[in-house]
Every structure is written in C-alpha cells, then in structure tokens.
C-alpha cells in the first residue's frame, strides 16, 4: 500500500482493512467512526490555512468535496488500497462506499497509533493537491441515495418518515427514518433537512455494506 506511514500496531493496521462482509464482529466500522472525525477536522484546519481570504461559505464547499465518498475512494484507489482490503462483494454502487469507510478506518488506526498530529501531517500530504484543485460541490447525501436506488430498485424511491422534534423548543432535535431496498436508517439533526441528510448518509453505509 502506497503509504507514507509504517504502523507500530500492525493490528490496527489488520483491523482497519477487515471489511464488516467479511467480519461482523472483528472488523473496521469503529475505526471508520474515529478516522471520518480526524478527516473532517484535519482537512478544515488545512483549508483555513490555504485559503485566508475565503468566506465560510467557499470552505465548506471545498469541505464537502474533500471528504466526500467519491474523494475518498479516489485516494483509496490512489494508495493502492483495494489490494489489500479483506472484504465481501465489492461491485457496482458498493465499491466506492467500501473504499472510502476503509480509507477513513485507515485515517483512525493511524491517529490511535501515533495521535493526531501525525494523523494531521498524513492527511495533509495526501489532500493537500485535491486541495488546491477547482472544486465541484459533490451531491448530497438523499440526492446520492435516490440514484443508487433508482437504479438498483426498480425506479424506487427511498421514503422518508419524518417523527416530532423532542426537546426544547429553542433547540429542538429531529427525527427522521430513511427507508430503501429493505433497509432502514435512522437520522437525526437541528432541523428536518438535517437529519434526513444524516438518515440518508447513514442508509447508504447500511446499503454499502
């Protein structure tokens, strides 16, 4: 794997290239949660530093785009990742799905094995010329969700059910159950546009898998 790091722990390493096919119990969905958060806070540090001028609005575009599905399968694809991968069916629709929770399950072994700053300079090295690159805002999660199943179901649609918020009325939180091909996923947010982005990106690591 074409990776400018050599684990300590050889079996974070193992751990984050067992896809949940292939190990339901032993596999890299945790450390997939860990490494989507060193990504997300390592990229925004990174474009703050490159782009001093840009409003908040451009950031979280260029954001969005970084640590997308497409991008990340991308450099998973760039670091010859796939090679090594342990996992179940990986075709159509699913591939770049597995790719990228692999890629960020690869992002969190490397923060628990050397912390995050080392984490941080990695990310760095490897997003920072897709950084500096024009930036296409990538679709939305339900925009995402709606082709993958329309085209693998028939020309369905994936059906939203939208619950009451629950706590304070100047902050409340919303509810919101994604279902499509059989599967469900359950998101929530400030608001119903939120939570149903969250239901939908969450119904789309369910389908992937």
């Not at 984490?119 to 490897?126: F, G, L, Q, S």
């Not at 897709?130 to 329309?150: G, N, R, W, Y």
């Amino acid at each position: 794997m074409k990776l400018n790091y050599e684990f300590k722990n050889i079996e974070l390493l193992n751990l984050a290239l067992t896809q949940s096919g292939i190990d339901s119990k032993h596999n890299n969905e945790r450390l997939e949660f860990i490494g989507d958060r060193v990504l997300g806070l390592s990229v925004a540090a990174m474009l703050y530093e490159m782009y001093p001028d840009e409003p908040e609005g451009n950031l979280a575009r260029r954001h969005a785009f970084l640590v997308s599905t497409d991008t990340l399968a991308r450099v998973a694809v760039d670091i010859e990742l796939e090679k090594h991968l342990r996992h179940g069916h990986m075709t159509g629709g699913k591939t770049n799905h597995i790719l990228a929770n692999a890629m960020e399950a690869i992002l969190g072994a490397i923060f628990l094995d050397s912390g995050f700053e080392i984490a941080r300079e990695i990310i760095t090295d490897i997003w920072h010329d897709l950084a500096s690159a024009e930036i296409v805002a990538p679709k939305d999660a339900k925009t995402t969700l709606q082709e993958f199943v329309q085209k693998n179901g028939h020309g369905d649609l994936p059906i939203y059910e939208y619950n009451e918020p629950t706590g304070a009325s100047h902050n409340p939180e919303f509810t919101v159950t994604v279902t499509a091909l059989g599967k469900s996923a359950i998101g929530v947010g400030a608001s119903k546009k939120l939570a149903s982005l969250d239901a939908a990106e969450k119904l789309l690591k369910v389908l992937a898998i």
